[in-house]
């Protein structure tokens, strides 16, 4: 009984820290990302189809979870601006068609924004083409104006065409005895670029740097925060401690990659537990090691 009561008590106590709607109560979060990439069903290991998302974002919504973008989180930690009681965001890498065709209307109709990460380069090819390839293409600027417009869609940059592996180089990471200046002038042009083309086209650039590949490296981190950069994202498995007045709590952030084999309610019932008073209500955020996910 003791025991019991011990847990109830150190439940309550944690769940308010995690989430109560007062900014004085709220000092660190926990929040995990999730990783998406198609909507395009069997494409590859990472593609999921749009039913899927759907059962995704109907799991979210019946079980209280709220997503939100990570300028919001940018909110929290810099102006104390309170989250919902239960955040979790939703991000899309490499901003394929079928981000908007499929992910942008569900993400209206549940009410769940979700941020989407471009690779500038092909952007620019499908919004010269005029091709329409829901399963292959890639968002247009068209396209990505009018996801900003309806203020659900939230834009990160994840290079303008450095999301690859050549001449020695992994995405963004620094080659091996590689001239820092010459790295910085290479990440600078690539990244500044779309930057540029988001403010010509949107009004607005970036605040969130994703990693082609999930390659990090601390030079690119240091040049990616003189850039101006508010948050980065990577490919690690692991829980978001989001902590008030510490911006550095937004770089390098973990995500968990929704596969074929990994629903987002698999995801989050295996690094969530319920609180022993309540089972079916509030929850506390483990972080326990992303191997211990189990195929649904």
Known sequence: MKHFLYLSMLCATLSAAIHTHEPANQKTVQVPIIMYHSLAGDM???????????????????????????????????????????????????????????????????????????????????????AKDERHGHLTWVQINEMHTSGYVEFGNHTWNLHKTKHGRHGTKIRPNEDLAAYRSVLKDDIGRLQAEFLSRCGTTPATFVYPFGATCPEALLILKEMGFQATLTCREEINTITQNNPDSLFELGRFERTPNHSVQNILEQITTPCPENPASETLVLTGPAHTLLPQ
């Open 44 to 130: 590859d290991s990472t593609s999921i189809s749009k039913e899927a998302f759907e059962v995704d974002l109907r799991y979210l919504q019946e079980a209280g979870f709220q997503s939100v973008t990570i300028t919001e989180l940018i909110d929290f930690v810099r102006h104390g601006t309170p989250l919902p009681p239960r955040p979790v965001v939703l991000t899309f890498d490499d901003g394929y068609w079928n981000n908007y065709s499929a992910g942008f209307l569900l993400a209206l109709k549940y009410d769940m924004p979700i941020v989407v990460s471009v690779i500038g380069k092909d952007t620019e090819i499908w919004s010269d083409n005029g």
